[in-house]
C-alpha cells in the first residue's frame, strides 16, 4: 500500500515562498507519476501539478503556471512543489498525489493514492 506524507506547510506572508514535499513509501517510487492538488475554503479539489515518473514532463494549471514548480527526487522518494510570488488566493490545503500513468499536457485525474495534505495560509 503507497504512502504519502505531505509536509513544509505554514503561514506566510503574500509575495513569500514556500516549498511543500511528500515522501513517497510502499511501492516503487519511480513507477508513478506525481502531482500535486489543493482544496480552499468551500471550494472543490484543484489540480494544480503533474510529473511525469522521469522527472522530465510536467503540466501545470493556468492558476500556478509560471509561479510554482514541481521537482522529484528519485533517489529519496520524494516530490517537491515549490511555490513563489504566493497570494491570499493559494490559502488552501495542499495534497500530494500519485497515480500510475502519465498523459502528456493533461491534468492528473483519479489519482490512486493521496496524502492527508498540509494546510497553506497566505496572509495580506
Known amino acids: 500500500q503507497v504512502q504519502l506524507v505531505e509536509s513544509g506547510g505554514g503561514l506566510v506572508q503574500a509575495g513569500e515562498s514556500l516549498r511543500l514535499s511528500c515522501a513517497f513509501s510502499?511501492?516503487?517510487?519511480?513507477?508513478?507519476?506525481m502531482g500535486w492538488f489543493r482544496q480552499a475554503p468551500g471550494k472543490d479539489r484543484e489540480f494544480i501539478a503533474v510529473?511525469?515518473?522521469?522527472?522530465?514532463?510536467?503540466y501545470y494549471s493556468d492558476s500556478v503556471k509560471g509561479r510554482f514548480a514541481i521537482s522529484r527526487d528519485n533517489a529519496k522518494d520524494t516530490v517537491y512543489l515549490q511555490m513563489n510570488s504566493l497570494s491570499p488566493a493559494d490559502t488552501a490545503i495542499y495534497y500530494c498525489?500519485?497515480?500510475?500513468?502519465?498523459?502528456?499536457?493533461?491534468?492528473?485525474?483519479?489519482?490512486?493514492?493521496w496524502g492527508q495534505g498540509t494546510q497553506v495560509t497566505v496572509s495580506s
Open positions: 510502499g511501492r516503487t517510487f519511480d513507477s508513478y507519476a
Open positions: 498525489a500519485a497515480k500510475i500513468g502519465y498523459r502528456r499536457e493533461q491534468p492528473m485525474s483519479a489519482p490512486d493514492y
Open positions: 510529473i511525469n515518473w522521469s522527472g522530465f514532463q510536467k
